[in-house]
């Protein structure tokens, strides 16, 4: 734009003034209208195309832009069971119901019913994890890296903390296990190698030690000529030495999924029987809850993680601690869990039941887009399963002018926001992460996007 285009720009008083500018005012906060119009102007400044033809039009859409929650419903058709991006595990009804019971009002948080006297957040749930896990006591807190912090601050600060070198994985927002563990006060000693680990590499730096750590690696998979100690194994170590061992098994995983095909993943239960005085793991992928870090074990070492000071930092809020504990005490009938639950749901949907609903979703598709379903793979995501197949039937659509990702734009935009797959220039529907009652939405979006 050139320099006597810039000095033509309305200025803000007068872009306030417009009658279709002034509209905005009844509906919409006078501040936010002036910031819209100052954007507005600012963008025409650096825009080589110059001002919009309807400066109106412009400035409401900022305005709208500005009063749009940015946290968003948003409807899952990608068939990634624990999206992270997308927020993960979704809420059992009676987590929801959970929260919004307690966030409507007033709530037995830390007030102790039975005395009168001052209650601890931090029973809430102990019982629960204790009895799922095997464990005799539990912990929670607001997430699983800040559950391996705070074990590691209270069990090994100052300490070295022998882990394998195969085991130090980087998880998610390219956090690393070394950076965690340097933030807790634990010193890092790294054993082995990265695919043969031995008891004897452990055994020959264990004098003078603080603990021992295993990390499940749980967002890939090795193969071949690869080698580990057995938890059981390190647990017997460690305890010879009367040092703590814990085991970070990552996703949480409570029920038995290898009649699903899904056997590759540590049960918490398993972790605990094997010997680990302390389990960590995480509340939002497979136990299919909150976000939320899980502390279960031996019941003094979680007394020492509950005295620390970080654990005040950590500690989860009662929206948290009431949909975890929802969602747990739906694990009490596995059968249950694994209908309510929606994560689990998903992943043992079998493959007719798919097929129908693909078919039903494809028949619902405006004809334009010559929806086929075609045979596909769903991802569990989240870290876990990272090896596991999940076959599934998915919804083809062939864009056409569109094309496909101008189709996925039309679809991410619109009310509510649907996420999906494109592939080889088709869209990509998969119902494994839809419900049905969604399917109105997803027809109505695809509608909008022919006429529009």
Known sequence: MNPDARRQLPSVDRLLRDPGVEALFATVPRNVVVVAVREALEAARSSRAGPPEDWAAEIAERVQEHTTRSLQPVLNATGVVLHTNLG????????????????????????????????????????????????EDGLAVNNAAG???????????????????????????SFRIPDIMGKSGAVLQEVGTTNRTHVIDYQNVIDGAAAILTVHRSNFEQVGFVTSPSSEELAELAHSRRLPYLHDVGSGLLLDLSPWGLSSEPRVQTAVSAGADLVMFSGDKLLGGPQAGCLVGKREVIARCRANPFARALRADRFTLAALEATLGLYHDPEVARREIPVLRMLTLDEAELDRRARALAALCPPVFLPQVIPGESAVGGGSFPGARLPTSLVALNAGPLGAEGLAVRLRLSQPPIIVRVAEGHVLLDPRTLLESDYPAIKAALQAAVEG
């Open 88 to 135: 993960r595990a979704p809420l059992a009804h009676a987590a929801a119901l959970a929260i919004q019971e307690v966030a409507e009002g007033y709530s037995s948080l830390e007030y102790d019913l039975a005395s009168g006297a001052r209650g601890q957040r931090a029973d809430h749930c102990r019982t629960l994890l204790a009895e799922l896990t095997g464990a």
């Open 147 to 173: 559950a391996l912090v705070l074990a590691l601050n209270s069990l090994a600060q100052g300490g070295r903390v022998i882990i394998s070198r195969g085991e130090l994985i980087e998880i998610g927002g």
